[in-house]
């Protein structure tokens, strides 16, 4: 079973969604392994606002900047459906995604109410 | 964009007054003293209440200040100095019935005699706009 | 190792010489396992229609440059042999 | 039964929400300016949202993707994040205008200092929207801003012309001023068919769950609730034309506006009006909140949900806290109000056109939407649209420059 897809508009700036559903980043690249005379391939997807330096010339070193350069990349064995979303086969934190969140939840938890 | 704005607002009150800023500035004043008038009715006639009687009259008292004092400092065309002063008393006058306002907020006799003064400086201010 | 958005907007020209306008898309073949690399969209023609515009009287895209007529990729231009 | 009284109960909360403070600023300048000649303005602007707030929904619920998904996915990183930084700058200029009306509405009401006010107003809504549930915040703000309904009965009242209010729902142009027609009907179009409704429209679609069977639902809450809501953007050019034109007043407070309906209905007409636009302003404060935290999480790709708990989406929760706490050193810094509503309003229009075309893109993208894609009908009001807001973006601040902020 396969499918012909256009990867700039079906994948790369969509959703990534983990096992559970929970939103864990956006397809910011695409790494493609094979050049020409060779069978070419995608082989990650790329996360992260380090990504995007390469994107949108100075505004986008500049951005990514600001939200502080991490990247991480995600085998592309590790998708389990492409949808509107891209969705992966477990969970974020064992891929190092949404890393900011989990941290962060912690000390809003200490405010009443947060979990409410 | 923000560089757009401060120039906006910078252009707003600097700079030489002419025949057109005094237009525009004379029709200000009556706005506002036809509006002070408008309001002042409502207040002789019971009908506002002590907080927004007070805080209103403060916040349009202190828009006719801001023309006065601009009126009465800044640079003019030649041949109009005298009409643009004049504008800037009239601007001084028209606060200075919301300082009263202000200050008497629940008492209707003070309304009424302040929304009797705000007519004649309405149509003063109507004439130096033409 | 390249990255997709390297390729896109790049200008496609064929051994000749020949301008085909720019890449803006990659078309692939999805599968259970893999995402293999079929061809590049190129020039402007099926380019709204591409991105969901309703369609232009009877401007229909190019069918995809194949991915193996890809003889090199260098500075800021594809080159493609020259099969159309 | 129950299903139609909750419809009803939510129209009656989006009639009420529908006004901000772009709506009250706009609508009664314009009207003390031009009487009612801009009213059709008001009704292209209200069927401009209704369609692409239906749009919208419609994308969510067949696609599962809020405005700003589909921005980044269609227009590209690059376009999407310029998109990204101008939403953001208008949107803060929005809600800085919001609290800013929240803290003037307060004064007036209770006669404290306006900066304990600021303070206050901001503790408060953040306070609400910490601990109640979105259901409750929408309601609650929804039914208190239908007090803005003082203003229709106000314009009965104030026994308009009814002839020339009519003929102010035709299309025309007879001033001698066109610059200054020119600018109030960009301001009216920008107004009504502000970005940050659609942005917090859609991501209620998407987190709500809608599917297509809610399609119907989607349609009858843009067209009813919008389009009611657009009622009271009448009513508030009336009172602006019938009270304030012949008079030679152009309100320059909030409290002008009040005095919109207390000249003709007294004490309750002027606390009626008070309260109304307290929880006008003070719920597209919480709008405007959530919109600015939509747009960065979902170009980021993170979690956000109004519907969540706070610790539920934590980059979410802290960019609106951050977004509150900027608001409100902003309004202390003593900034008009009024005059910040006018350039958030002519600002946002210019950020239009990228918001409205993803929309566009991606309704009509048979891959996602299927048989549920634009139809005939949506693509032509669409289109129609997307070229007068690529007009009225392309005007709007040369406009804004020649009238000095409709000043000339």
């Not at chain 1, 790369?12 to 910011?28: A, I, T």
């Not at chain 1, 100075?58 to 979303?85: D, L, M, Q, T």
């Not at chain 2, 800044?74 to 009409?83: D, Q, Y």
């Not at chain 4, 376009?79 to 009306?101: F, S, Y």
Request: charged share 15%; net charge neutral.
């Amino acid at each position: 079973m396969s499918e012909s897809i256009d990867l700039g508009l079906r994948i790369l700036d969509h959703q990534l969604l983990d096992k559970d559903g929970r939103r864990c980043g956006n397809v910011d690249d695409l790494a493609i392994e094979g050049g020409p005379g060779e069978s070419a391939e995608v082989v990650a997807i790329l996360v992260g606002p380090d990504v995007w330096r390469g994107r949108a010339g100075w505004i986008g070193r500049a951005a990514a900047w600001v939200a502080g350069g991490r990247r991480v990349r995600v085998p592309w064995s590790e998708v389990a459906e492409v949808s509107a979303h891209v969705q992966l086969k477990k969970t974020a934190p064992e891929y190092g995604l949404g890393r900011l969140d989990d941290r962060l939840r912690p000390y809003l938890e200490k405010i009443p109410g947060a979990n409410r | 964009m923000a560089v757009v704005a401060a120039a906006l607002l910078a252009g707003c009150n600097g700079g030489t007054v002419d025949q057109h800023a005094l237009k525009q500035d004379s029709k200000t004043i009556s706005s506002l003293a036809t509006e002070g008038g408008l309001f002042a009715g409502q207040v002789a006639r019971g009908e506002s209440t002590g907080p927004y009687t007070r805080i209103q009259s403060d916040n349009l008292g202190r828009l006719a200040a801001n023309l006065a004092d601009a009126l009465g400092r800044r640079k003019t065309s030649p041949g109009i100095e005298p009409k643009v002063r004049t504008a800037g008393r009239l601007a001084a006058q028209v606060a200075e019935q919301f300082k009263a306002l202000h200050d008497h907020p629940t008492d209707r006799a003070v309304a009424r005699s302040v929304q009797q003064a705000f007519g004649p400086l309405a149509d003063h201010a109507d004439k130096l706009a033409k | 190792m390249r990255t997709l958005s390297s390729l896109l907007r790049r200008q496609v020209v064929t051994e000749g010489g020949r301008k085909l306008g720019r890449c803006y898309d990659i078309r692939a073949e999805l599968t259970q396992t893999s995402l293999k690399v079929t061809g590049l969209c190129v020039g402007r023609q099926g380019w709204a229609e591409h991105f969901g515009l309703p369609r232009l009287g009877h401007i229909r895209g190019h069918d995809p440059v194949p991915w193996e007529a890809v003889v090199s990729i260098e500075g800021d231009r594809i080159v493609v042999r020259d099969i159309q | 039964m129950n299903k139609i009284f909750g419809v009803a109960l939510g129209i009656l909360a989006a009639i009420g929400g529908f006004v901000d403070i772009g709506d009250l600023v706009f609508n009664v300048a314009a009207g003390a300016t031009f009487g009612y000649q801009l009213l059709w303005v008001v009704v292209i602007g209200v069927v401009g949202i209704i369609t692409y707030s239906e749009m919208c929904g419609r994308v969510s619920a067949v696609s599962q993707k809020a405005v700003f998904d589909a921005v980044r996915e269609r227009v590209g990183f690059k376009a999407g994040l310029i998109t990204l930084i101008a939403a953001e700058i208008v949107n803060a200029m929005t809600l800085t205008a919001e609290v800013g009306g929240v803290a003037i509405c307060l004064q007036l009401l209770s006669g404290l200092p306006y900066r304990v006010l600021i303070v206050l107003a901001a503790i408060v809504l953040g306070i609400v929207v910490w601990v109640v549930n979105f259901d409750w915040i929408e309601r609650i703000f929804g039914y208190g801003g239908l007090c803005l309904l003082v203003f229709a009965v106000a314009a009965v009242k104030l026994h308009p012309d009814w002839g020339a209010v009519g003929h102010g729902f035709v299309p025309h142009v007879d001033t001698g001023n066109k610059l200054l027609y020119a600018y109030f009907a960009v301001g009216l179009l920008g107004a009504a068919m502000t970005p940050y409704e659609v942005y917090f429209y859609s991501s209620g679609a998407v987190e709500e769950g809608w599917t297509v069977k809610d399609l119907g639902l989607n349609r009858l809450n843009a067209i009813v609730g919008y389009g009611l809501g657009g009622f009271l953007s009448f009513a508030l050019m009336i009172v602006g034309g019938a009270l304030f034109l012949g008079k030679g007043i152009e309100p320059e407070t909030l409290g002008s506006i009040a005095m919109g309906a207390q000249v003709p209905l007294g004490e309750i007409g002027l606390i009626l009006a008070l309260v109304g636009i307290l929880f006008a302003v003070a719920g597209a404060s919480i709008d405007t909140l959530f919109s600015g935290a939509y747009d960065l999480a979902q170009f980021c790709g993170y979690e956000w949900g109004r519907h969540k708990s706070p610790a539920g989406a934590p980059r979410f929760t802290l960019t609106w806290i951050v977004l509150l706490i900027l608001a409100m050193l902003a309004v202390m810094t003593g900034v008009d109000a009024v005059k910040l509503t006018e350039f958030a309003v002519i600002f946002s229009v210019v950020a239009l056109p990228l918001t409205y075309l993803p929309i566009l893109l991606v309704a009509n993208d048979k891959a996602y939407m299927k048989e549920y894609a634009n139809g005939r009908l949506a693509n032509t009001l669409g289109i129609f649209y997307f070229v007068i807001i690529l007009i009225v973006a392309l005007t709007a601040i040369p406009l804004m420059i020649l009238t000095n902020l409709g000043q000339a």
